[in-house]
C-alpha cells in the first residue's frame, strides 16, 4: 500500500511518465499502470502448484475417506493409518507422509466434515468453580526414572493451580489431594468440574447424569461441594485445567526432577505452585497471588475435622504371618487364624487389632508382593534362629538400609563368643530392644558396644539405659535462720584413751 502511494506521489508530482517513475523507484512499468490505475493493489492469487507425487494416489485416499463415514467412529482411518496401506498397497507412488496429511486435512474441509468449533468464553464468580484433572510425569527418584500420575486443580478466577504427585491415581490418591488442594487454597469452592474419572463415576448415563462412587459422595458431602462432569471426550470444557496442565509441564517437569523420594518431589512441587503465584494471566489484572487473596475470603471454609481417607478391609493372617491385601502381602505381628483391620492409604498399609497398630508398611503397587517387617517374626524366630540368616524379612530390611554394617559385626562377635545358635538368639534378644528404645537409639547403643569391645546384650542394654541411671546432684542453698541451729561436730577422743586402758590391762 506505501508502494502504491509513492509512486502515485512521484508520477504526479516527480518523473511525470510511467518509464520516469519505473526507472527512478526500481519497479516495472506494469506495476506503475497497476497503481495508477487505482491506489488499493489487487489481491495476489496463489498459484496452485503441481503434486505429481500424490497426485495418482488421491482417488485412493478419497475412496477411504468416505468409507470411513460407515465405519464406527474409533475405528476410522488416521492420516498416518493412510500413509501405512499406501506403502503397503501402492509401493510404487513414493509419496511423503506429510504430503498425505496436508491432502486429508483438506478434503475433509472440502467435503464438509471438519469445521473450525466455535468456543464460548465463561466468566465465573469468585470461589465459584476450580477444575480437576490427572496427567502423566516422569521424575527420577533416588535414581530410578519413575512414571508418576499428577493431580492438579485449578480455579478458574485466580488462575491459582495445585500440583501434586502420586505411583498411582488411586481413590485415596485422588480424595487425599483434595485435601491438600484445599488447604493449599485456604477454602472448597462451590464447584469442581472433573473428567469421568473412575475414583468419582463408577457409571456414566444419559446426558449428564452420572453414578457416582459411594465413598465419593461421602467425601463430597462432607466438604460441602457440588461436582460437575464433563462430556466424554470434550476435554474443552475443562479448558482452564487443561491449559495449566501443559503450562507446568513445560515450565517445571522439563528437565525431568530429580529426588531422593516422593515425599520431596511433592515438596517440590508445592513451592513451584507459590512461585507461579507471582505470574500475572492475560486478561487478569494483578498477579494469580494477589487474585489468589482476595478469591480465599469468598470461599467455603476447610472443615475442622478430617475424612477417613482409609479403604478398609478385614483380611485374616496366614500361616507365614502375613495378610493378604489387594494382590500383596504385607506382614503383621498377629498370631496365625486371626482376623485384623487393613486400612488402605495412598501410601501406607496400616493393619489394626484389638484397637492397636500391629503392622504399617509402605504401600506396594506391585502385584503379588511380600512386603516383610523383620520385628513381625522376632519372636518366632527366638525359637528358630537358624532361619535368621537366609530370611526373606532379613533380607528386605537389608535393601530398604535398616540393617546397618555395625549389626553384621557385632552379630558375628556374638557368634565367635557364644556359638552360632546361641550368638544368633542373642542377637534376636538384642533387635527386640528397638520395641522399647526405637531404632536409632539401638543402633547408637550397638555401634558403641563395638567400639568398646563389649559384644554382649548386657552391654547394650546398659548403653539404653545409662542415661536414667544419672542422678542430678543437688544445688546448695541458703540456710539463713536455720543457721541458729547448728552445732559443732562430736569429737571421738575421749574414747581412744578408754581403748588404750583396755590394751593395757
Not at 79 to 89: N, P, V
Amino acid at each position: 500500500m506505501e508502494l502504491f502511494e509513492e509512486i502515485r506521489r512521484e508520477y504526479e508530482y516527480g518523473a511525470g511518465s510511467v518509464k520516469g517513475v519505473a526507472r527512478k523507484l526500481g519497479v516495472h512499468r506494469r506495476l506503475v499502470r497497476e497503481a495508477l490505475a487505482d491506489a488499493i493493489p489487487k489481491p495476489k492469487q496463489e498459484a496452485k502448484r503441481p503434486s505429481p507425487a500424490i497426485g495418482p494416489t488421491k482417488e485412493f485416499i478419497d475412496q477411504v475417506l468416505i468409507a470411513d463415514r460407515k465405519a464406527p467412529r474409533k475405528q476410522r482411518h488416521t492420516a498416518h493409518r493412510i500413509y501405512t496401506r499406501l506403502k503397503e498397497q501402492m509401493p510404487d507412488h513414493n509419496v511423503a507422509e506429510s504430503s498425505v496429511r496436508r491432502y486429508v486435512s483438506q478434503r475433509k474441509v472440502e467435503l464438509g466434515w471438519k469445521h473450525g468449533e466455535v468456543f464460548v468464553p465463561q466468566a465465573y464468580r469468585w470461589g465459584d468453580e476450580a477444575q480437576v484433572d490427572w496427567y502423566e510425569a516422569y521424575a527420577d527418584l533416588a535414581g530410578e526414572r519413575c512414571k508418576m500420575q499428577v493431580f492438579s486443580m485449578r480455579s478458574m478466577v485466580s488462575g491459582g493451580a495445585f500440583h501434586r504427585a502420586y505411583p498411582r491415581a488411586t481413590q485415596q490418591a485422588f480424595l487425599e489431594a483434595h485435601e491438600e488442594a484445599f488447604a493449599f487454597f485456604g477454602g472448597v469452592f462451590r464447584i469442581l468440574r472433573y473428567d469421568n474419572l473412575k475414583s468419582a463415576v463408577k457409571k456414566i448415563l444419559r446426558g449428564f447424569r452420572r453414578e457416582e462412587t459411594a465413598r465419593f459422595i461421602a467425601f463430597r458431602s462432607h466438604w460441602g461441594y457440588e461436582s460437575q462432569f464433563c462430556t466424554p471426550g470434550e476435554g474443552h470444557e475443562k479448558g482452564g485445567v487443561e491449559g495449566e496442565v501443559g503450562y507446568f509441564r513445560r515450565n517445571h517437569w522439563v528437565p525431568v526432577p530429580e529426588a531422593a523420594n516422593l515425599e520431596l518431589l511433592n515438596e517440590r512441587l508445592l513451592v513451584l505452585c507459590h512461585g507461579d503465584e507471582s505470574r500475572q494471566i492475560d486478561g487478569h489484572e494483578g498477579t494469580v497471588g494477589s487474585a489468589m487473596l482476595t478469591e480465599r475470603d469468598h470461599l467455603l471454609p476447610v472443615v475442622s475435622n478430617s475424612f477417613d481417607l482409609a479403604e478398609i478391609s478385614f483380611p485374616t493372617v496366614d500361616s507365614s504371618g502375613c495378610v493378604r491385601v489387594r494382590t500383596n502381602a504385607y506382614s503383621v505381628a498377629a498370631k496365625v487364624g486371626r482376623t485384623v483391620q487393613a486400612r488402605i492409604y495412598s501410601n501406607v498399609v496400616e493393619l489394626w487389632h484389638d484397637n492397636k497398630c500391629v503392622g504399617r508398611h509402605e504401600r506396594s503397587y506391585g502385584k503379588h508382593q511380600q512386603v516383610l517387617d523383620l520385628e513381625h517374626y522376632l519372636d518366632v524366630l527366638e525359637h528358630k534362629p537358624g532361619a535368621l540368616a537366609g530370611s526373606k524379612p532379613l533380607e528386605q530390611c537389608r535393601q530398604m538400609g535398616r540393617w546397618p554394617v555395625s549389626y553384621d559385626r557385632f552379630w558375628e562377635g556374638l557368634i565367635r563368643d557364644l556359638g552360632k545358635q546361641a550368638g544368633t538368639r542373642e542377637m534376636i534378644a538384642v533387635l527386640k530392644l528397638t520395641r522399647v528404645h526405637g531404632a536409632e537409639k539401638l543402633k547408637a547403643a550397638i555401634e558403641s558396644a563395638s567400639e568398646m569391645g563389649c559384644l554382649h546384650l548386657a552391654a547394650v542394654q546398659y548403653l539404653l539405659t545409662v542415661d536414667q541411671l544419672t542422678r542430678t546432684v543437688p544445688e546448695m542453698i541458703e540456710l539463713g535462720f536455720l543457721a541458729r541451729y547448728e552445732r559443732p561436730m562430736p569429737v571421738m577422743n575421749s574414747y581412744d584413751q578408754l581403748l588404750g586402758r583396755g590394751i593395757a590391762s
